[in-house]
């Protein structure tokens, strides 16, 4: 895993300084997808899902990159596939919140709503201090009425 500084470091890169790195690093996982997540921000999905899947080639066990590309997945409301990389991304980061709540959102979207209630309360469970998890689980029992 990367060092927390170098990850910053490609955080604060624009797309063009990005792509300059990916000439000497075309096979770092971390760096295509933040490459990927750039082309996200600037509505070039197709760009942006060619280098998630290049990451996923890379590293099929990558869990951000599932993140990443079940996100993409979700704002196309392709929800299956998106569920599919949801839970791939749960499986690989199981100390990680984001990848339940993103299934509750995507199975909610989907239509099966005992799974998001499930997905939901397990972000809750593995992070109880994600402001963002507690959020989507206050939202989805307030829309349910099935206040704790």
Known sequence: MPEPEYLEYLNSLDLTD??????????????????GM?????????????YYERALKIDPYDGWSHLFFGNLCYGLKCYD???????YAAEFLPDVSCPHWCLGDAY????????????????????????????KLEDWLDENDNAE
């Open 108 to 135: 909610r979207a989907h239509g099966d709503f005992t799974r998001a209630d499930w997905h939901y309360h397990k972000s809750v469970e593995i992070d109880p201090g994600d402001p963002k998890a507690r959020q």
């Open 38 to 50: 750039a082309y996200f921000k600037s509505y070039q999905l197709d760009k942006c899902n060619e």
């Open 81 to 87: 596939e998106a569920i599919t990389h949801f839970g």
């Open 18 to 35: 990005l792509l300059a790195l990916e000439h000497d690093n075309p096979d770092e996982v971390d760096l295509l997808i933040r490459i």
